[in-house]
């Protein structure tokens, strides 16, 4: 990577400030139910600490508060989470800029500092530059480690590094390192399997996939829109009609581009989302059906190129996975990839990283993006702000 990170800095004696993602999922309780993103931040905070800094001010966004405080969406749950797994005291604030702010931590004997939420503030997604001057003003040397922000330039991201010598932290690095080979140069062959709601979300990304990929394998609901471009029956499964020449397109650069497309082939149908009672499988859906999840022998299909595969990128579910009776194709696929030696398996953050947890095979790949929205457009081969900001090596 061209930046540095934070084995760069010198921070021994320093206050380094962390832009970390700890946008936990939480209860009613105010309970966090998945902790992987403080995990995820660990080896960073404790190489940090391992270098005697004076302080460590760790900062989030949790939820959308959109500049408001929202008593729920507090950074409390998650100090307490860090004082049990840091073993040291944890200062929480109240406040994420300020004297009051200042004064806090300068007359804390905790090491580690919390910010509060940076999205109580509006200024933080506008990219306030005075706001982001604040900021850097707590501390000496910046940090980001928070991968699933780093698609958006905001003043935790973008706007510190003007003012501070900002580097990478382990987590950004190691996603920049799996999806950067997938995407400049991955070990062929290179399989991708594409899945998920939307054709409009991935179009990009199938563009600029063509001119690695050796096979995408196309399921889910997006499927549709592109087998109603070859002339296909889809009933009333998910199609996007405004994206169809879009579609018909594609299968034509793929073609030109030698990239092998596999659309799904057979089809759970039900002829009403809530009426499980109702799913069959068919290879042609007829009017009234809905296809919720890719059939036997599209899986069986997938499965054989994905068993040639050397490099395999995952993004979106083949299937309404979060629904058992749907979710078959999805499990199928997911367990699949756990079997396969030798190959480098990366998923896509958001909903293909909850279906690996789901089906119990996350420690099976290669790498999970933590990042749904930056895997997306750091795989399209767009330029992520908050690491093109980083001081360069
Ligand atoms: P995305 O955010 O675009 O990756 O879409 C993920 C969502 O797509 C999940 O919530 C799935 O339930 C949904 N999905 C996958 N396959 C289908 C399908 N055949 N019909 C409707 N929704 C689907």
Known sequence: MSKINVKDLELKGKKVIIRCDFNVPLDDDLNITDDMRIQGALPTLKYVLAQEPAKMILMSHLGRPKGEVIEKMRLI??????????????????????????????????????????????????NDPAFAEQLASLADVYVNDAFGTAHRAHASTEGITKFLRSAAGFLLEKEISYLGKAVQNPEKPFVVILGGAKVSDKILLIENLLKKADAILIGGGMAYTFLKAQGKNVGNSLLEADKIDIAKDL?????????????????????????????????????????????????????????????????????????????????????????LKGVTTIVGGGDSAAAVSKFGVDDKMTHISTGGGASLEYLEGKVLPGIEALTDK
């Open 77 to 126: 749950p998650v100090a307490n989470r860090l004082k049990e797994l840091l073993g040291e005291d944890v200062l929480m604030l109240d406040d994420c800029i300020g004297d009051d702010v200042k004064a806090s931590i300068a007359n804390s004997s905790a090491r580690v500092v919390v910010l509060e939420n940076l999205r109580f503030h509006k200024e933080e997604t506008k």
């Open 251 to 339: 299968l034509v650069k793929a073609k030109e581009a030698g990239v092998n497309i596999v659309l799904s082939s057979d089809f759970m149908v039900v002829d009403n989302f809530d009426n499980k009672d109702s799913l069959k499988l068919v290879t042609d859906i007829e009017d009234g059906w809905e296809g919720l999840d890719i059939g036997p022998a599209t899986r069986a299909k997938f499965k054989e190129v994905l068993s040639t595969a050397k490099t395999v990128v995952w993004n979106g579910p083949v299937g309404v996975f979060e629904i058992d009776a749907y979710a078959q194709g999805t499990k199928e696929i997911a367990e699949y990839l756990a079997t």
